[in-house]
C-alpha cells in the first residue's frame, strides 16, 4: 500500500525523491520529497540486491525523526510544504532519536503554535478573560486567573490597550487559542503586563528567531550602546524602552534596517552611532 | 372447542420469561442462539482486509523550539531593569548544565553558618520567656553564648500510703 502511494507521489511530483543528508542547507521547494538516511540503502542504485556492510549497526535502528515547521510525513518520506533551506539538528544527549529536520523560512504571517512567547495587545475584556489580539487569525483568550498571585478576589490590573507576554497552551487550528502568563510551577518568570513607555513595532519572523539565536551579534553590539530593554515576542513583535525616545526610535530603526543589511554596513552605522 | 385447536401464540409471547419456565434448557439454549444471530447479523462491519499500520518514526511537530535553541525573549541591557536581568541570567542557565555549579556556591548564607546561628539563636530566646526563678540558671559562655540548661519538669509526685 505504501509502495503504490509512494509512485504515485513521485510521478506527481516529477522527480526522484532524493536524500535528506544531500540537500542540507540547501533550498527546497514545496512538494519535493525528501528521504530519511536509513532509507536511502534500500532503494539506492546499488542496493536493490546487495546490503552492504556497515560497522555501525546501530543505524539499522531507526529512532524518532521530527519533522518540524515546513515539513509533513508521507508515507516514510518527509515532503516539504514551504521554500526555505533545509536544516538538521543532531539529538543531542546520547543520540536517542533521529534527531530534528526542519525548513528555515520567512514570513510575516504568524500561526499561533503551543509553547511560544508573544507579545499580544489587550482588545477586549469580557467577564472572566481578556480578548488579546497576538496577530494571528483569531484572538487569543486569557483567563484573569493565569497570572502570578491572582484569585478571584485578587484580580490583575489589566486594561484594554495595555501589552502582554504570555505563552499559548491551546493552539491548534480547530480551536481558539488559548494563553497564559504564569508556567508550569504558576510562577510568572516574566510574563505578564509589560511595563509602560516603549515602542512596539513589527518584524519578519525569521529575523526574530535569527536575533534570539545563542550567538547573535546584532544584540551583543545593541547592549553595548546605552541601557535598554527588549521583549521579543515569536509573533513578529518586538517592544524596546530606552531612556529617552530619540534612543528608543534609533534602537526601533536599527532592528528593523538590521535584517537587509551586511556585516560590514551594521559595523559601520554601530560606529557612527557609538561616536554620537 | 377450545381443546381441539391450541390457540397460536406469537413468538414475543413465548419469549416472554413466564413462558419459558416450563421450557428444557436445551430448547432454552436454542432460543438463546437463535436470537443472538438475529442480534449479530443485524450489526454493521465493514468487509475489508485487514490492514496493519505501519510503525512509523516519524513525528510532526510545529514548534520552533525544538528545532533551534533560542533565548529567553524579555532581555535587558546595562542595569536598565535588574529584575529582567537576573531573570535573563537564570533562563538562559537552564539551556546549560554548567551553570548549577555556580548557583550554589552562590549562596548568602552557608548551611554550616545557620546552623551555628541557630543553636545559639535557641538560648537567647528561650530567655527572655524564662521566669526570674530560671534566669539565674543560666551560665554564660566564653563567648557570650548561653548554654542551654536541660529543665526538668516537676511532676506530680504521688504521696505514699
Known amino acids: 500500500m505504501a509502495e503504490a502511494g509512494g509512485v504515485t507521489t513521485e510521478s506527481l511530483a516529477g522527480d526522484r525523491a532524493r536524500a535528506a543528508r544531500t540537500m542540507l542547507d540547501q533550498v527546497v521547494l514545496p512538494g519535493e520529497e525528501l528521504l530519511l538516511p536509513e532509507q536511502e540503502d534500500a532503494e539506492g542504485p546499488g542496493g536493490a540486491g546487495e546490503r552492504p556492510l556497515r560497522l555501525n549497526a546501530g543505524t539499522r535502528s531507526r529512532g524518532r525523526v521530527v519533522c518540524g515547521p515546513g515539513l509533513r510525513r508521507s508515507g516514510d518520506r518527509l515532503l516539504v510544504t514551504k521554500c526555505g533551506r533545509l536544516r538538521h539538528k543532531e539529538p543531542g544527549g546520547g543520540g536517542s532519536g533521529g534527531g530534528v529536520y526542519w525548513v528555515d523560512s520567512q514570513q510575516k504571517r504568524y500561526v499561533p503554535v503551543k509553547g511560544d512567547h508573544v507579545i499580544g495587545i489587550v482588545t477586549a475584556k469580557s467577564g472572566d478573560i481578556f480578548k488579546v489580539d497576538v496577530g494571528g487569525s483569531e484572538p487569543a483568550s486569557l483567563s484573569y486567573l493565569a497570572f502570578e498571585g491572582a484569585t478571584k478576589r485578587n484580580r490583575p490590573n489589566v486594561q484594554v490597550g495595555d501589552?502582554?507576554?504570555g505563552q499559548f497552551v491551546v493552539a491548534n487550528k480547530d480551536m481558539e487559542p488559548e494563553m497564559v502568563c504564569i508556567d508550569s510551577c504558576g510562577r510568572a518568570s516574566g510574563m505578564g503586563v509589560i511595563g509602560q513607555?516603549?515602542?512596539?513595532?513589527?518584524?519578519?519572523?525569521?529575523?526574530?528567531?535569527?536575533?534570539?539565536?545563542?550567538?547573535?551579534?546584532?544584540?551583543?553590539?545593541?547592549?553595548?550602546?546605552?541601557p535598554l530593554e527588549i521583549v521579543f515576542g515569536m509573533n513578529g513583535r518586538i517592544?524596546?524602552?530606552?531612556?529617552?525616545?530619540?534612543?528608543?526610535?534609533?534602537?526601533?530603526?536599527i532592528?528593523?534596517?538590521?535584517?537587509?543589511?551586511?556585516?560590514?554596513?551594521?559595523?559601520?552605522?554601530?560606529?557612527?552611532?557609538?561616536?554620537? | 372447542m377450545a381443546a381441539e385447536r391450541k390457540t397460536?401464540?406469537?413468538k414475543n409471547l413465548l419469549r416472554m420469561k413466564f413462558m419459558q419456565r416450563g421450557l428444557d434448557s436445551e430448547t432454552k439454549k436454542q432460543l438463546e442462539e437463535e436470537e443472538k444471530?438475529?442480534?449479530?447479523?443485524?450489526?454493521?462491519?465493514?468487509?475489508?482486509?485487514?490492514?496493519?499500520?505501519?510503525e512509523c518514526f516519524i513525528t510532526e511537530e510545529q514548534s520552533f523550539l525544538l528545532c533551534e535553541d533560542l533565548l529567553y525573549g524579555r532581555m535587558s541591557f546595562r542595569g536598565f531593569n535588574p529584575e529582567v536581568e537576573k531573570l535573563m541570567l537564570q533562563m538562559?542557565?537552564?539551556?546549560?548544565?554548567?551553570?548549577?555549579?555556580?548557583e550554589a556556591v552562590e549562596l548568602d548564607v552557608s548551611d554550616e553558618e545557620m546552623a551555628r546561628r541557630y543553636e545559639t539563636l535557641v538560648g537567647t530566646i528561650g530567655k527572655k520567656f524564662a521566669k526570674k526563678r530560671d534566669r539565674a540558671?543560666?551560665?554564660?559562655?566564653?563567648?557570650?553564648?548561653?548554654?542551654?540548661?536541660?529543665?526538668?519538669?516537676?511532676?506530680?509526685?504521688?504521696p505514699q500510703d
Not at chain 1, 216 to 221: G, V
Request: net charge neutral; hydrophobic share 40%; aromatic share 8%.
Open chain 2, 37 to 54: 444471530k438475529i442480534i449479530s447479523e443485524e450489526h454493521w462491519y465493514l468487509d475489508l482486509p485487514e490492514l496493519k499500520e505501519k
Open chain 1, 197 to 226: 513607555d516603549g515602542l512596539l513595532f513589527k518584524v519578519t519572523l525569521g529575523l526574530i528567531r535569527k536575533l534570539l539565536a545563542p550567538d547573535c551579534e546584532i544584540l551583543q553590539e545593541v547592549g553595548k550602546l546605552y
Open chain 1, 255 to 276: 532592528l528593523e534596517a538590521c535584517e537587509h543589511m551586511t556585516a560590514d554596513q551594521r559595523k559601520q552605522i554601530f560606529s557612527r552611532l557609538a561616536e554620537s
Open chain 2, 137 to 158: 540558671s543560666y551560665e554564660e559562655d566564653e563567648n557570650g553564648h548561653i548554654k542551654p540548661t536541660v529543665k526538668v519538669k516537676k511532676m506530680f509526685l504521688k
Open chain 2, 92 to 102: 538562559n542557565a537552564k539551556n546549560k548544565v554548567e551553570e548549577v555549579e555556580d
Open chain 1, 163 to 165: 501589552l502582554i507576554y
Open chain 2, 8 to 10: 397460536k401464540l406469537s
Open chain 1, 239 to 253: 517592544w524596546v524602552k530606552a531612556k529617552t525616545i530619540q534612543q528608543t526610535l534609533i534602537l526601533a530603526n
